[in-house]
């Protein structure tokens, strides 16, 4: 097995590519959609189930990890992998979208953010070297260096503000990051939708070197137009022969017009929140099992789903054990959810193989307007 950090990149069709990152603890097929392990746990899943989904890798997030139940304590305890019983890779952000979303009374200064956390209220500060520590302490596999994200829309002067800040974090990163080998460190590209700010943050990441390279600041209120005109032009500017990696995204469609304009990975929780809200993600759109009409149906959620909700539940049980709040519920939910992401990130695989991806994309496409969806 390696010792260190690789990327393979084994076939490309137009933009799209498909890979293997070899790591330590094991490989990571691309593209790869990564569970959101929040807090040490994709909820309403056990470790075991999610590997059985094909997840090769989890995201864990620092930011949660740090107020609680500590990184400190997760590293008395032999490291984050050994803690949430998962022995495959773990990618972990870096801690800054949470502090800018979630945190109150943050304070930006060059050196960090000092914020009170939205649990107890209690005082914290991540700078580019805590964020690096606290990683370090975690066990990451993948770490990723600290940087600022601003909400969009946002003039034009604090995306450049923004973005250049993150980019002295992301020196002040890799210095803090040091020599690690069998870890990997990722920068993250930032500025916004304008394309000589993405230029400028993609250079300055090239001149510090990263092991992989992440486009940031998107998926936060631009709509999926303005999102893939920049990544049109934002993934073509990181290097060929690392991995690229688009944060926080998304919603199957997201997903699949991200990999065809050339991302590698990407992670979102909504798989497992809208699990637990009763919405299923199927071939042909997204249904909703409160609704009414699924109380008398024998039908699996989708007949040609193989995961343990659709081989052994009807839409009548779902919509009843929704309907009465029971904890399975969400969890058969969420494992038929993040079952299907897998599926879809396995056929992108064999397609991209194959050179046959734009006729796999209009074969997705084409199913999901056959309708079966509920209004949500």
């Not at 799209?16 to 959101?36: K, L, N, Q, S």
């Not at 989890?58 to 500590?70: A, D, E, I, S, V």
């Not at 396995?346 to 199913?367: K, N, Q, V």
Request: with cysteine; glycine share 10%; net charge negative.
């Amino acid at each position: 097995m390696t010792t260190r950090f690789s990327f393979d990149l084994n076939a490309t069709d137009g933009a799209a590519r498909t890979g293997v990152m070899h790591t330590p603890r094991g490989d990571i097929r691309t593209p790869a959609f990564m569970p959101v392990g929040t807090a040490a746990t994709v909820k309403a899943m056990m470790p075991e189930s999610v590997a059985a989904t094909g997840a090769d890798i989890l995201l864990g997030n620092t930011y949660h990890l740090m107020l609680r139940p500590t990184a400190e304590r997760i590293a008395n305890l032999g490291g984050l992998h050994k803690f949430m019983n998962w022995d495959k890779p773990i990618l972990t952000d870096s801690g800054g979208f949470q502090v800018m979303s979630l945190a109150d009374l943050r304070k930006l200064t060059e050196n960090g953010v000092t914020f009170k956390s939205h649990i107890d209220g209690s005082k914290h500060m991540l700078s580019p070297e805590r964020s690096m520590e606290i990683q370090k302490l975690l066990g990451s596999d993948i770490v990723m260096c600290f940087d600022e994200c601003p909400a969009l829309p946002a003039d034009r002067d604090r995306i450049a503000e923004s973005m250049r800040l993150s980019m002295r974090w992301a020196q002040r990163s890799r210095d803090a990051f040091g020599d690690r080998p069998g870890h990997a460190l990722f920068g993250i590209q930032q500025g916004g939708l304008e394309q000589d700010f993405r230029e400028e943050s993609a250079k300055a990441l090239i001149n510090v070197g990263f092991d992989g390279y992440a486009v940031g600041g998107l998926a936060v209120g631009e709509g999926q137009e303005a999102m893939f005109g920049c990544l049109d032009f934002a993934t073509d500017m990181l290097p060929t022969d690392k991995p690229r990696y688009l944060m926080g995204v998304g919603k199957p469609d997201d997903i699949v017009g991200a990999v065809k304009r050339g991302i590698d990975m990407m992670d979102c929780v909504l798989p497992s929140r809208s699990g637990r809200t009763g919405q299923g993600f199927t071939r042909h759109g997204v249904v909703n099992m409160k609704n009414a009409r699924h109380a008398d149906d024998p039908r699996p959620l989708d007949e040609a789903c193989t995961c343990p909700a659709c081989r052994n539940y009807s839409r009548a049980y779902l919509h009843h054990v929704f309907k009465s709040q029971e904890m399975i519920s969400g969890m058969l939910l969420t494992w038929h959810n993040l079952h299907y992401f897998q599926q879809i990130m396995g056929e992108m695989r064999d397609a991209i193989a194959a050179g046959t991806f734009a006729a796999w994309e209009a074969g997705f496409h084409a199913g999901r307007a056959q309708g079966d969806i509920d209004p949500l």
